[in-house]
């Protein structure tokens, strides 16, 4: 079997050379012209209402939350905050130090309750940056 190098052609115009038109070491290779598309995140329920954020998975978070970015509904600036994975350990506003790393893409989590505390925990540090950002992902879960 041979392989060859997708780089091997300088242009697009490559294809249409009558000299490789009829290439026999191409002639078998088929190229999938639609990706197939990506599973969605379906929300059951109400239509009008979002997933329960007091109980959905990390990777469940991020599907809704690129379906969101994509119709427009959040910002650039929230999606990715919302994509980022979890930390290890978080604090609470009491200052104890939560343990975070069971928490994986198939576990549920309590989303809306650990941006509310970390906001709270940002207004108390008075970061405006981290604030705002986590302003729009507590009006983006409540909404």
Known sequence: MEIFSVRSSQSLLFKNNPNNAKNSKTTDIQIETRAPAPASFHIEGNVDEGPDFTAVSPGQLRNYARQSFDSGLIDQNTYAAISEPLPMHAMD???????????????????????????????????????????????FLDS
Do not use: C, W
């Not at 994986?104 to 940056?129: E, K, V």
């Open 93 to 139: 506003p009491l200052g104890n130090l939560i343990d975070l790393s069971s928490v994986t893409d198939g576990t549920s989590f309590n989303f809306l309750d650990y941006y509310r505390n970390q906001l709270q925990i940002a207004m108390s540090i008075g970061d405006p940056h981290e604030v705002q950002t986590l302003k729009s992902i507590v009006n």
